[in-house]
């Protein structure tokens, strides 16, 4: 016998309420890292020889800054969910692995947050 | 105590592994290993965005030959990471599970990542000694 309502199993959320979403995410954040990283190691190894001038010069153009800001989100988002599973996989204290779990969260966005900050400031910056 | 005819789980110490089993463990090393690469991700840009005397000290604190040994990992497991990690992709459609097949997409995932990372290394190198 079932006891979940039948819009509770056609939604597909099952007992987290969230379903594939962590699953999916992952994929997506992996299918944008393709190019995107690829793009940035090809590009790094022409700017990261360089001075300081080209990087910024590099960086003030609109593709390149764009192209950064959605390559730092897809990271930090894909890497926050990879190490997600990790601790869920080895940290066997229910409170430490809560813990662990919200510090990685937070410092995530923090860590966005911040290269965006740096890309940006340079992109608009004279 | 009677000894269980049912298989055991790998016991990792005297399980022999395999080629798929050390590329899994490999992709979340590697995964792990990337994350604290963005933190020098972030550096490098902080670096960048404050400015000449702060990008040349990150720049000498990375070419240094400790900071190019670290570097020289950090590409290795993003091209590792990246080729392995389409090799996922392909499995998540259903693609490439039969063994022969499975094998074969391991080994070309290690040929790659190691062909990549030469590659990029040799261009950068290439690019320095020029103009």
New interface residues.
Partial sequence: MNLRTPLARARGLGSAKSGTHHWWMQ?LT??A??PL??WF?AS???V??????T??LW?HSPLVAILCCAL?VA??YH??L??QV?LEDYVHTETLKLVSIVVLKLASVL?TA??L???L??AF?G | MEKSQRPLSPHLQIYRPQLTSVLSITH?IT??A??IG??V??YW??A??S??EA??SA?ALLGSWLGRVVMLGF?YA?FFH?CN??R??FW?VGLGFELKTAYASGNAVIAVSIALTVI?WA??YA??SGP
Avoid: K, N
Wanted: proline share 1%; net charge neutral.
């Fill in positions: 994929r992996a299918v890292l393709v990283s690829l190691v790094l190894v022409v990261v020889t360089a001075d300081h001038e990087v910024i960086l730092i990271i930090f890497g926050q990879g190490m990790v860590l911040t290269c900050f740096a890309v400031s340079i910056g | 979340r995964g792990v990337l994350v963005t933190l991700l972030v840009l902080l960048a965005a400015g000449p990008y040349a720049q590409s993003l990246l990690g389409i996922h992709l998540d990029a261009l950068a690019m320095r």
